[in-house]
């Protein structure tokens, strides 16, 4: 159980849905036969190793901040040995990047096998490298998510869903940006001890939840902008399920006080993330 747990597994299971999802959907009207099926399903494991990796070998960079900021969800050092995470994120990154290899032979291009290799090295380089500058360790997680619309998409764009897919592009961008900056501020303790330089700790964390409440609000007028003059298609269920989480999560951003309020939000995020995911997804099966 401590090997699944490192593993994320809740979120690998959300990306596998997305990258698979969204290309079926697409693909429908045209049909989707077993060939197609087994590398839209292969495209999406290789994202989940990709994912997988990144998660193991931030744990095991990340221990004396873990330490601190989440003591009951260490693994790493505890019930599992560094040199065994090691191994696991070698293994990991290795297959993933034979499958991507394959996907990108199938494919006729280059992007998959680079993107996995781009991808791998910029997650190990994370927690030791990016983690200490003020920006670009968030930057490189929300750049990393908003990768997965394009990953899912990439083969099967088209003229009806170009806008839709950029537009999920900016949200995954935005959204996790704004996560990322949250956690910071709940993990400003053991970010110290770990001598990461978070917005939080250069900034302070006034200001970084100033920050916070305005990018808030601008993404959601961004999504509501989206709906009315960008998007060929709208849908007042998607429109729902991309503006409502988020003005539920927003409200309590102007009240926490403690790690364990921005916690929350973290969560409260998280739905609403979940929610745009849905929402563009019902957009997907409308438009194609």
């Not at 979120?11 to 999802?21: A, F, K, P, Q």
């Not at 697409?26 to 495209?43: D, N, S, Y």
């Not at 509501?224 to 399920?241: A, K, P, T, V």
Request: aromatic letters at 14%; proline letters at 3%; one cysteine or more.
């Amino acid at each position: 159980m401590n090997y699944l747990r490192i593993l994320r597994p809740i979120n690998l299971i959300i990306i596998g849905l997305t990258v698979l999802v969204l290309p079926l959907l697409t693909l429908l009207t045209v049909g989707v036969g077993w060939a197609a099926f087994f590398f839209i399903v292969l495209k999406a494991l290789n994202l989940i190793i990709i994912a997988a990796a990144g998660y193991v070998i931030n744990d095991y960079f990340d221990q004396k901040a873990g330490a601190i900021n989440k003591p009951d969800e260490q693994w790493v050092g505890t019930h599992i040995t560094g040199k065994r995470a090691i191994l696991m994120h070698t293994l990991l990154s290795s297959l993933a990047l034979i499958i991507s290899v394959f996907i990108s032979h199938h494919f006729q291009h280059h992007f998959y096998w680079i993107a996995t290799l781009v991808l791998t090295i910029l997650l190990l380089l994370y927690t030791p490298f990016f983690k200490r500058t003020m920006l670009m360790g968030n930057v490189l997680v929300a750049g990393v998510v908003a990768i997965i619309p394009w990953w899912a998409l990439m083969d099967c764009i088209n003229a009806t869903n170009e806008r839709l897919i950029w537009a999920m592009v900016f949200f995954s961008f935005c959204s996790n940006w704004m996560r990322e900056v949250i956690k910071d501020i709940q993990d400003v303790e053991g970010d110290r001890v770990g001598q990461y330089k978070s917005i939080a700790l250069i900034m302070g964390v006034s200001k970084a939840v100033e920050l916070v409440k305005w990018s808030w609000i601008f993404l959601l007028i961004c999504v509501w902008l989206c709906h009315q003059f960008i998007l060929e298609e709208s849908n007042r269920w998607s429109m729902l399920l991309m503006l409502l989480p988020g003005l539920v999560g927003w409200f309590p951003v102007w009240i926490a006080k403690n790690p364990e309020d921005y916690k929350r939000i973290a969560r409260l995020m998280k739905i609403w993330m979940i929610g745009a995911t849905i929402g563009f997804i019902l957009l997907f099966a409308q438009c194609r």
